[in-house]
């Protein structure tokens, strides 16, 4: 069983930065793919990035390329989401979700395990 757990959402006006963690427990994350979807109101949730454990492998929604950037600490069994120049159209709740093996995805089916996501709203 896996537990993720984000944090670093919050209120920020426009052009600003936020940085959210997803820290993981109960299995080592060296053969799993960590993903960060997003979910507005009353909208489907939406995939926002994912990345390999292993870091050589990373995706990007055409909404957040060159603003988002995933990353990984192993040492600290966490995946971090910078996200800069936010926008008000990036307001929702964020969660990063994680699903064994390789393969990077950006269906929400496809992720085994779901942490309670983290709030992120942008004023204009």
């Known amino acids: 069983q896996v537990q993720l757990v984000e944090s670093g959402g919050g209120l920020v006006q426009a052009g600003d930065s936020l940085r959210l963690s997803c820290a993981a427990s109960?299995?080592?994350?060296?053969?799993?793919?960590v993903g960060w979807f997003r979910q507005a109101p009353g909208k489907e949730r939406e995939f926002v990035a994912t990345i390999r454990w292993t870091g050589d492998r990373t995706y990007y929604a055409d909404s957040v390329k060159g603003r988002f950037t995933i990353s990984r600490d192993n040492a600290k069994n966490t995946v971090y989401l910078q996200m800069n120049s936010l926008k008000p159209e990036d307001t929702a709740v964020y969660y990063c979700a994680a699903r064994m093996g390789r393969v990077v995805t950006t269906n929400t089916d496809d992720y085994d395990y779901w942490g309670q996501g983290t709030q992120v709203t942008v004023s204009s």
């Open positions: 109960g299995r080592t994350f060296s053969s799993y793919v």
